[in-house]
């Protein structure tokens, strides 16, 4: 059974860190492609950085220069450093794992940033 579980959400002031964690279980892990997507209220769900098997690391626009993904390959898990947050970073986070034809999603964990 495939289970991303998301953990490291909290509310945090402007300016502030966080770091997202989401350990994977079910999946040979090295294999896939690994990527945070953010979903604020009302909006669709939008990637904010990935990474791939081999370490190459994409960002979306609005979180370039702030975010960083990294995996740990040994604990099955991927990472988001988020700095400098923003109010509109607001939104659930849920890790994404692919490969090929096989995405598997995780539950979510609610970021909120307000003074």
């Known amino acids: 059974q495939v289970q991303l579980v998301e953990s490291g959400g909290a509310l945090v002031q402007p300016g502030g860190s966080l770091r997202l964690s989401c350990a994977a279980s079910?999946?040979?892990?090295?294999?896939?492609?690994m990527a945070w997507y953010q979903q604020a209220p009302g909006k669709q769900r939008e990637l904010v950085a990935a990474?791939?098997?081999?370490?190459?690391?994409n960002y979306g626009d609005s979180v370039k220069g702030r975010f960083t993904i990294s995996r740990d390959n040994a604990k099955n898990t991927v990472y988001l450093q988020m700095n400098s947050l923003k109010p509109e970073d607001t939104a659930v986070y849920y890790c994404?794992?692919?490969?090929?034809?096989?995405?598997?999603w995780g539950q979510g964990t609610q970021v909120t940033v307000s003074s």
């Open positions: 079910g999946i040979t892990f090295t294999r896939y492609s």
């Open positions: 994404n794992a692919v490969l090929g034809h096989l995405n598997y």
């Open positions: 990474i791939t098997s081999g370490g190459s690391t």
